[in-house]
């Protein structure tokens, strides 16, 4: 366990501490992932800053355009909001599949994108809908699709210190999917997994974005075959065509979960159902 652990009471505060803690810190959220590391001895720092109560972070609320998200907001909160339900497909279907009903209860989305895993569910669904990270740095703001925030695994572009706020979801009507491969049916890290939003009209695609999990270094947003579905017909002809097109955008790994080339199969298959799905 880290030496010191604080809370600030808000982000104002928190900029204010900062100067005077160990330069060896993290930011500590629901913890599934900080403390899992720190049990498997991968966890080193000095100090970590407990951020699960600030309430900057733990609002989900609409704008016009977007739906906001905050980067402490709970999973299972995030189940139970109509907000997301209507607006958040992808991520919604996703849940499920997110950990078990006890880790939903403390793990974060904000958690889950700052610790950089290829296969995190929550991340992989957030690429597909389009979301946008909120980050803040001693008050000052920018904004970085969420799909640039990942430079490798455990490797963000987030700077020493900055602060995911939250995660802006564009409001507009689509349809949404999450497939999910993995040792078992849930409660499992993945082999693979796809998310896909789409907008279709009169059975033509309008707008869509394929996302894959566990088969990039990176929550990989496969910008190729997204691009190549625009303005096609969701014929048994057009997502055999992205089955395809999907496996050459994937670069999976063999480790203990999985060997590559079944990975990169995989992903053809995850997609087509997906886009069948989509299709009905």
């Not at 900080?34 to 100090?47: D, F, H």
């Not at 958040?88 to 849940?95: G, N, R, V």
């Not at 995190?120 to 946008?132: M, S």
């Not at 008050?139 to 990942?150: A, E, M, S, T, V």
């Given at each position: ?11 104002k ?21 900080i ?19 600030l ?30 339900a ?30 950089s895993?290829?296969c ?31 430079l ?84 048994a002809?057009t ?26 199969e995989?992903c053809?298959?995850?997609l ?9």
């Amino acid at each position: 366990m880290p030496e010191i652990i604080v809370k600030p009471s808000n982000l104002k505060e928190l900029w204010e501490m900062l100067p005077g803690l160990p330069a060896s810190r993290r930011y500590l959220a629901g913890g599934t992932d900080i403390v899992t590391a720190n049990n498997a001895g991968a966890e080193s720092s000095v100090c970590w800053i407990d951020i699960s109560g600030l309430p900057e972070l733990a609002v989900i609320k609409e704008t016009a355009g977007s739906l906001f998200i905050g980067s402490g907001v709970k999973i299972s909160e995030i189940e139970r909001s109509k907000a997301a339900a209507r607006w958040c497909p992808a991520l919604t279907a996703a849940i499920p599949h997110f950990a078990s009903p006890s880790l939903r209860n403390m793990a974060t989305l904000g958690g889950n994108a700052a610790n950089s895993s290829p296969c995190a569910d929550g991340v992989c669904a957030l690429v597909a809908e389009g979301a946008c990270a909120l980050l803040a740095l001693r008050g000052k703001k920018r904004r970085l699709p969420l799909k640039d925030l990942f430079l490798g695994p455990k490797r963000t572009a987030l700077k020493k210190d900055e602060v995911i706020l939250g995660f802006e979801i564009p409001k507009r009507p689509r349809a949404g999917a999450y497939l999910k491969l993995g040792p078992r049916a849930y409660f499992g890290i993945s082999k693979a997994a796809v998310a896909v939003t789409a907008e279709i009209s009169g059975g033509v695609v309008k707008r869509v974005c394929v996302a894959l999990g566990s088969v990039a270094p990176v929550p990989l947003h496969a910008a190729r075959t997204s691009a190549w579905l625009v303005n096609k017909k969701l014929s048994a002809e057009t997502i055999a065509g992205a089955s395809d097109l999907v496996k050459a955008e994937v670069s999976p790994i063999t480790d203990a979960r999985s060997g590559a080339d079944y990975r990169r199969e995989m992903c053809g298959v995850l997609l087509e159902r997906a886009l069948k799905s989509l299709a009905e």
